[in-house]
C-alpha cells in the first residue's frame, strides 16, 4: 500500500445559512430527511473519512445526488465544509490563506469537469496553456509545454480551433491536456466523461489509463457508471445521501457489498470479467497449469476447465506461487448472487 | 366632514416658503460653487471643442473615408459602408455637414465618457451584490424622472453651453451600459468560473481573461443603447444651448419651419442607423467563436 496523499477527516457539509448550528444534532443522529424538513438546511456530506493513496486512482462513486460532486470540491475549497480536516501532504486545506489556496490550487490540484467548462472565446492551445498563464509562466514555455499535452491526448492539428469547433469528445481531451499540463500532482475529474457517449467514454478512459502509466498522479475520479469506476479505480467508495457505505477495492466490493443498497447496484455487471482470480484463490498449489492472480473469471474458466482435475495454481505478478483455485470455486463466485435470489424466488 | 373631501396637505404659505428656502439655498450655493465646478469640467470643454473643430477642420474627402473605413472595420460589410458614405454625402449637401460635426462629437464624447464610467460601474456592481441593489434603483431614476427636471439644476450650476448638454446627454444614456455589463458579468457561465478557480485564477485574472470577454457581447450591446440613447437626447440638448443637428430642429418647432426639421430630423435618424448597424454587427462579430465560424 502506497503512502496515503490525501486525508479526509469526519468532514461534515451542511447547505443553508445556519449550517454550522446543525452539526451536533447531525452528529447525535439527526437524518436527512428531519434535518430538510423541520430545518430546511440540506446535509451534502455526513462525517466523511477517507484515505486517498498516493498515485493511484480513487473513485467516488454515487448516484445523483450522493453528494461526490460536493465532495470532490471540498479537496479544492471550491466549496467551504462545514466541519472536519482535510490534509494534503500533511498540510492542512482548510487553514490556507486565500492566497496560499490559490498557490495550492495552482502548484497542487488540477481539475477535470463534467460539461467541460473550456474557456469559449480561447482556442485550444490557449485553453491547454491557461493554467501555466496564470502562474505568470513565460508564452513560450507555455507554448510548448501545451503543445506536447496537445499531441498526448490526440489533439494536434486543432491548436487554433476553438471549442465550439470540436466534438464532446474533443473537447473532453482539452480539458484532460488544460489539467495535466499545469503539473499539478493531484487530478480531480468530476464525472468527467459521463456526458459522453458510451464508445467516445471508453476511448478517454483508455487515454486516461495510458496515460496514468507514466505519470502516476493522484486522482479522484468521480462517476455514477459502475462499469467505469470497475474500470478505472484502484480504489473505489460508494457515497449515499452523503455518507460513505462502502470502501475497498473493486474485489472486495463486489464480493463482499456492505449492505443491500450495493448489492442491487452490482447485480448486473458482468462478474466473469470483473472478479479476479485472487478473489477466489483457496490455500494450497496445483500441479496443473498456473494462472496469473489478477487474470479474470471468464479467462480463467476456460483453463479451468481444460485441467484435469480443473485445478491450477496461483502466481503472482513476479512468477511466484502463491496459491490454487478450483473450478468449483470459480463457478460459485460467477453464480453466487443469482443463486441466492433465486433460491428466495422459488421458495 | 370637510377633512374628508380635502386631502390634508401643507399650508400654502409653509409650502412656498419650503420651495423658497431650497430654491434659495440651492441658487446661493451654485453662486458661490459654481465657478469651482466649472472650472473641473474644463477640460472636458476644451476636449468636446477641440474634437469639434478637428472634424470641422478636416476636408470633407478625409471624413468620408474615415467614414467609410471605420464603417467597414465594424460591420465587414460594403453596402453598410457605401450607405454610410452616401447618407453623409446627402446631408452634407444639404448644408448640414458642421451641424453633423458638432453632433457627432457631442455622440462620441458622450458615448467615451459613458463607457469610462458605465463599465467600472457595472464590474462593481456584478462583484458586490450591495453596490448591485444601491445602484439599482439610481439607474432607474435616471431612466424615468423628466429631463427638464435634472436638466434645471445642471443649468443652475453651469449655466447655458457645450458641457452642461453633455453632462445632460450622459445622465440619460449611461444607464444601458451600465445595467448590462453587470448582467452580462453576472450571466457567464458558472462552471466556467468554477474552472478558472480550479487553477487558482485570482480576481483579477478571472476578469479580464474570462469575465469581461465572456461578458462583451452584451456589454457591446450596451454601448450600442447608450450611443441610440445619446442621439436621442441631441434635440433636448439644444435647448440648453448645444451646437448640432438639434439645434436647426428646435428652431423649426418654434417658428413651423417644416422642411428644416424635417431634414434635420432625418439626418439624426440617418446618424443614429448607421451608428446602430455598425455597432451592432461589430458586437455580433464579438460573438463569432461561439458558433464556430471564424476559423472554418
Known sequence: MSKTKLKIENLYKIFGPRGKSFIDPVKNGMSKQELLDDHSHVLGLNNINLDIPEQRIQVIMGLSGSGKSTLIRHINRLIEPTAGAITVDDEDILSMSQLQLREFRRKKTSMVFQKFALLPHKTVAQNVAYGLTIQGEQESIAKEKSHKWIESVGLSGFEERYPAQLSGGMQQRVGLARALATDAPILLMDEAFSALDPLIRTDMQNILLELQKDLHKTIIFITHDLDEALRIGDNIAILRDGKIIQKGDPQQIIMKPADDYISDFIKDINRGKVIEVKSIMQKGSSKGASLNSSCSLEDALKVLNNEKNNECSVIDGKGKKIGKVTLDAAIGALFRERDSRNKEKYK | ?296
Not at chain 2, 61 to 67: A, E, K, S
Not at chain 2, 134 to 145: E, N, R, S
Not at chain 2, 200 to 212: C, D, E, P
Open chain 2, 1 to 296: 366632514m370637510d377633512w374628508l373631501a380635502e386631502f390634508p396637505s401643507l399650508g400654502k404659505r409653509d409650502l412656498r416658503d419650503l420651495k423658497k428656502g431650497i430654491d434659495g439655498s440651492f441658487r446661493e450655493w451654485s453662486r458661490s460653487n459654481g465657478d469651482a465646478i466649472e472650472a473641473f469640467f474644463d477640460p472636458l470643454y476644451f476636449f468636446l471643442v477641440w474634437l469639434e473643430k478637428l472634424l470641422i477642420a478636416t476636408p470633407w474627402p478625409i471624413i468620408l473615408i474615415i467614414v467609410a473605413g471605420l464603417a467597414y472595420l465594424g460591420s465587414r460589410s460594403w453596402k453598410l459602408a457605401l450607405g454610410s458614405v452616401v447618407s453623409f454625402m446627402l446631408i452634407g449637401y444639404f448644408g448640414m455637414w458642421k451641424d453633423m460635426m458638432a453632433t457627432i462629437s457631442l455622440i462620441s464624447v458622450s458615448t467615451l465618457i459613458c463607457i469610462a464610467v458605465g463599465i467600472p460601474i457595472g464590474i462593481l456592481m456584478s462583484r458586490y451584490d450591495r453596490v448591485q441593489s444601491a445602484i439599482t434603483p439610481i439607474l432607474d431614476l435616471m431612466q424615468t424622472i423628466p429631463i427638464f427636471v435634472y436638466l434645471l439644476p445642471v443649468v443652475m450650476l453651469l449655466g447655458i453651453g457645450r458641457v452642461p448638454g453633455l453632462i445632460a446627454v450622459c445622465v440619460y444614456a449611461i444607464p444601458p451600459i451600465i445595467r448590462l455589463t453587470n448582467l452580462g458579468i453576472r450571466l457567464v457561465d458558472k462552471e466556467i468560473l468554477e474552472a478558472a478557480d480550479a487553477f487558482g485564477s485570482s480576481y483579477r485574472q478571472k476578469l479580464f481573461s474570462v469575465q469581461i470577454p465572456l461578458a462583451l457581447p452584451n456589454i457591446f450591446a450596451g454601448v450600442n443603447q447608450t450611443i441610440m440613447m445619446a442621439l436621442a437626447m441631441v434635440v433636448i440638448a439644444s435647448m440648453i444651448g448645444v451646437k448640432g443637428l438639434g439645434m436647426p430642429v428646435l428652431q423649426a418647432v418654434q417658428n413651423q419651419y417644416l422642411t428644416l426639421g424635417l431634414m434635420n430630423g432625418l439626418a439624426i435618424v440617418a446618424l443614429a442607423i448607421i451608428f446602430d448597424r455598425v455597432s451592432q454587427r461589430y458586437g455580433q462579430r464579438l460573438q463569432a467563436h461561439r458558433y464556430g465560424k471564424e476559423h472554418e
